[in-house]
């Protein structure tokens, strides 16, 4: 009988502990996804072409852009459906009429969302689906659209792009640009991505990558 108590007091011990999880970690889940970029080995790939660069440089990652209208991004091999994606980005250098923004539901190359900002004050939520060009699913869909939310030239800007059901919107520096819905894609790989323009030559920088859930 002693034996008996002893096996039920610790079950009830352990049930106990298994209660105060649940009721506290729901409350407090931590990120999906998280890389300051402060190793080089973590697994977003470093690549040295004729017409881009890319790669970890001083706890950042950069993409380099020399061709233009080029576009280049880098994924970390992750898989989620509904996410909250987000990084500090800023242009370092060359021109502002290129773009920069994160990645999300990347299904391959030929087919993921895309949430943008330029250095000279514009935004667009792009679409890419069976390997055609990039569209623009916000505003008219003719072009990026400016916002005083975005900080220019080489300031650095907060941007968090929200991927949840058809859900798709893009907030910069705290503040709700805009808002669509579409439901091409529904999951996939995260990323961040650069676009330069008809002047190529532009670099950018990205540290503090988070995914959560929305």
Known sequence: M?????????????????????CTGSHEQGPLFQDDFDNPRSGWGVDRREKFERGYEEGEYF???YEPNWFIWANPGERFEDVS???DAYLASGSQGGHFGVICRHIDVDNFYYFAISADGYYAIFRRVDGGDLEILTGDGSGMAPSPAIRTGEQTNHILALCQGDELSLYVNGQLLEKVSDDTHTRGDVGIGAGSGPEGNVRVRFDDFTVTRP
């Open 85 to 87: 994606v987000e990084v």
């Open 63 to 65: 993409i380099k852009l």
């Open 2 to 22: 002693k034996q008996y108590y002893s096996h039920m007091k610790g079950c009830l011990i352990v049930l106990a502990l298994l209660l105060v999880c649940s």
